[in-house]
């Protein structure tokens, strides 16, 4: 149970207004996870997606010492990595934005096939679409690219790196106009 005075002086930090434009969406819960249980919530999602279209899936190899291990393993030796992203807000318009999504941690040596799911906000929301961009609003998607495919990507120099770590974002989805080739699962 929580102190009376430590709930009233809680009160003055506890906003009254949301303070996320995704707390009227139907991703408002998986929103607010923790960012490991968002990446544990996607492989979940992932692996039933990849079973009701009969793939066999299990968990992936783990990761140790010196040893890098992916989220999951298909058929027995497809290894996917599961990247998830919410639509990012837009800086100049303070409103969520279509299509704009940032994947982060992505590492060339450690899937045969990368599994990018973009979560775009409810139709619903008052969203920003930027300019040049299209304006069909898919609620969510997944890409899915092959090691080779990420590796081309990073010696074309579209992926950015952050602490040594790659990402994609901006202008990728355009590139590959948005994933439309590349929705299937390629095994």
Same mark, same amino acid.
């Given at each position: ?9 809680? !009160? ?6 949301p +303070?996320s434009?995704?707390? *009227?969406?139907?991703?408002? %819960?998986? $929103?607010? /996870?923790?960012?490991?249980h ?5 492989e ?22 010196g ?14 990595e ?9 800086q100049?318009? !303070?409103k969520?934005c279509?299509?704009?999504? +940032?994947?982060?941690?992505? *590492?060339e040596?450690?899937? %045969?096939v $990368?599994? /990018? ?11 920003h679409?930027?300019r040049?961009?299209?304006t ?22 579209i992926p ?20 439309y080739?590349?929705r299937?699962?390629?095994y």
């Amino acid at each position: 149970m929580i102190d009376p005075i430590a709930k009233e002086v809680s !009160r003055e930090f506890v906003p009254e207004l949301p +303070t996320s434009p995704w707390c *009227d969406s139907e991703w408002w %819960d998986v $929103y607010n /996870l923790a960012n490991k249980h968002r990446g544990i919530f996607a492989e979940k999602w992932l692996k039933e997606l990849l079973k009701l279209e009969g793939y066999k899936v299990d968990k992936g190899i783990p990761s140790g010492k010196g040893r890098k291990g992916c989220d999951l393993l298909v058929n027995d030796n497809i290894r996917v990595e599961a990247k998830l992203s919410f639509a990012r807000i837009n800086q100049g318009t !303070r409103k969520l934005c279509l299509d704009e999504f +940032t994947w982060l941690h992505l *590492d060339e040596t450690t899937a %045969d096939v $990368y599994a /990018l799911i973009g979560i775009n906000p409810d139709k619903h929301l008052d969203y920003h679409v930027r300019r040049g961009w299209r304006t069909e609003h898919e609620p969510y998607y997944i890409i899915y690219l092959l090691q080779e495919d990420l590796e081309d990507l990073i010696a074309a120099e579209i992926p950015s790196t952050i602490y040594g770590e790659w990402q994609l974002c901006g202008s990728f989805l355009q590139l590959i106009n948005y994933g439309y080739d590349l929705r299937k699962f390629p095994y």
